[in-house]
């Protein structure tokens, strides 16, 4: 059974109530509504350890509750820095951020803001904001954009020489060089990665 002293000692921790010195002066009306506050999230956290008691029982620890609620919160803000870092580095213009600029805001190194998101997070943000990436260029594939015959019938920007990619393009796309390419759905991550 879980001891009212242990509930306080996790309150504490995880949502201290505001400590106000004697000669402060605040209006008690503000300290009383600063403390009422910091009373919601303890409330909510009552209601969300009752729910896992009913779960798992009368036995269910507060303090694994509330680890995982805390996982949960960070594994949520983890994906929102990947996204809003695609999203400075692929979609802001005229120009994006930089990768030091990013990574200084973000606490991490520039190649560690490079390796932070992907082609997943481009396409998510994309799919979040209704835009494409500023630096891409993706149209719908049309075999008369392409003088070659490979790149009518096939993706010619995924695979290789000797292993090219056989699946059928649906999208055109430009290369640094301003080169068109035939591109699948499966070699699209590829590209949008290679863009940024």
Not at 12 to 19: C, Q, T, V
Not at 100 to 121: D, I, M
Not at 141 to 158: E, M, Q, V
Not at 176 to 186: E, M, R, Y
Request: aromatic share 6%; charged share 25%; net charge negative.
């Amino acid at each position: 059974m879980v001891s009212q002293e242990q509930l306080d000692d996790i309150f504490a921790i995880r949502w201290p109530l505001p400590h106000f010195p004697e000669d402060d002066q605040t209006p008690r009306h503000v300290r009383g509504a600063a403390v009422d506050d910091a009373w919601k999230p303890r409330l909510a956290f009552i209601r969300q350890l009752g729910a896992a008691t009913a779960d798992h029982g009368p036995d269910h620890d507060p303090l694994l509750v509330a680890l995982e609620d805390l996982v949960a919160i960070k594994k949520a803000a983890d994906e929102q820095i990947r996204l809003l870092l695609a999203y400075g580095r692929a979609y802001v213009t005229p120009r994006p951020h930089t990768l030091e600029t990013l990574g200084q805001a973000a606490g991490l190194t520039p190649s560690g803001v490079s390796r932070a998101f992907g082609a997943k997070e481009i396409l998510a943000v994309g799919n979040l904001t209704g835009r494409r990436p500023a630096a891409v260029e993706i149209d719908d594939h049309h075999p008369d954009l392409f003088p070659d015959d490979d790149s009518r019938r096939r993706c010619t920007w995924g695979g290789s020489k000797n292993n090219p990619c056989t699946d059928e393009p649906k999208y055109a796309v430009t290369d640094k060089s301003g080169t068109n390419w035939a591109c699948c759905d499966s070699h699209l991550p590829g590209y949008l990665r290679s863009r940024t």
